[in-house]
């Protein structure tokens, strides 16, 4: 059997009772390394749940998880992700893949980010599309998360947007020279996403103008779940000089507001910031 076990947002702590016997009872574990991190390392899970974890990057997963899938087959195998098993689309895939070669499969849910964002103080039922933010290189500049924005804040929406992450990532010229040497991880911060998303704008268009400028009203999350989480209500534009500190960081862009939301943003607002102001009210 495959068991996908959520490891939740915060330490090693945040397993579930249920996440831990089935881990405990695995023939094998695996980490997933590559959709999302723990303040903590490897070494740190191993030590709290008392048994080695087999790293499992982007390639092994994407392509060579037949090795795995055999052994669950037979075995019972460990297939850990930090947040919930679901809150990368990736994983739906490896199930998939289980599922056509007849493996039998179990998922034991945690908190993800998707749902954490809560935190903050917008309703979960107001928001819209989820985004990706990548990285942009100096000749792939994707702007399609914008759009998505602003079909969000026209319908009143907020707008989640998830920050690009590069771990094991090679140079073009180690590419093609097949060399497996990778650079150091990489974790958008609210501060360049917000200056992405500013980039990003036809300010051309007065329709866009009016849709998402840098007066709109966002939140910078970072380390949501641990004791060390950030939250700051700011602007886009004023956002972009704010450090919200180590990953992980996520951005939400502001929708229409209810009282009630408004209230809960002025706790976490940024000096000189006045959300009632800035909110656009439903
Ligand atoms: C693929 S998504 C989330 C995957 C994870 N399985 C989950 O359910 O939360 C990864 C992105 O979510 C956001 N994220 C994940 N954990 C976070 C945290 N604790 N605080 C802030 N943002 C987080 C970051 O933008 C990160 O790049």
């Given at each position: 059997m495959l068991v996908l076990i959520g490891l939740g947002l915060g330490d090693p702590q945040d397993i579930t009772l249920k996440g831990l016997d089935f881990l405990k009872r695995s023939e094998k574990a695996y980490l997933e390394s590559y959709t999302s991190i723990l303040s903590c390392g490897k070494s740190e899970l191993e030590k709290a749940y008392g048994r080695q974890l087999i790293e499992a990057d982007r390639d092994y997963v994407e392509q060579q998880c037949d090795q795995m899938l055999e052994e669950a087959k037979t075995s019972l195998i460990s297939f850990l992700v930090v947040g919930d098993p679901f809150g990368a689309t990736t994983h739906t895939d490896l199930v998939l893949r289980a599922k056509q070669k007849g493996i039998e499969c179990k998922v034991i849910h945690n908190a993800s980010i998707m749902n954490a964002v809560g935190v903050c103080g917008l309703q979960l039922?107001?928001?819209?599309?989820?985004?990706?933010?990548?990285?942009?290189?100096?000749?792939?500049?994707?702007?399609?998360?914008?759009?998505?924005?602003?079909?969000?804040?026209?319908?009143?929406?907020?707008?989640?947007?998830?920050?690009?992450?590069?771990?094991?990532?090679?140079?073009?010229?180690?590419?093609?020279?097949?060399?497996?040497?990778?650079?150091?991880?990489?974790?958008?911060?609210?501060?360049?996403?917000?200056?992405?998303?500013?980039?990003?704008?036809?300010?051309?268009?007065?329709?866009?103008?009016?849709?998402?400028?840098?007066?709109?009203?966002?939140?910078?999350?970072?380390?949501?779940?641990?004791?060390?989480?950030?939250?700051?209500?700011?602007?886009?534009?004023?956002?972009?000089?704010?450090?919200?500190?180590?990953?992980?960081?996520?951005?939400?862009?502001?929708?229409?507001?209810?009282?009630?939301?408004?209230?809960?943003?002025?706790?976490y607002s940024a000096k000189g910031i006045n959300v009632e102001k800035l909110a656009d009210k439903i």
């Open positions: 039922y107001n928001f819209g599309e989820t985004v990706s933010i990548p990285f942009w290189t100096d000749n792939w500049k994707p702007t399609s998360f914008c759009d998505k924005i602003i079909r969000n804040r026209k319908n009143k929406l907020h707008t989640l947007c998830l920050l690009d992450i590069k771990v094991k990532e090679q140079s073009e010229e180690n590419l093609v020279r097949g060399r497996k040497i990778y650079e150091p991880p990489r974790f958008m911060t609210v501060s360049q996403a917000s200056k992405q998303v500013l980039s990003s704008l036809d300010v051309s268009d007065e329709a866009t103008k009016e849709m998402l400028s840098p007066k709109t009203l966002c939140i910078g999350l970072s380390r949501v779940g641990t004791d060390n989480q950030q939250i700051l209500v700011s602007t886009l534009e004023e956002i972009g000089d704010c450090d919200l500190g180590a990953p992980l960081h996520s951005l939400v862009i502001v929708g229409g507001v209810h009282p009630l939301e408004v209230e809960y943003l002025q706790y």
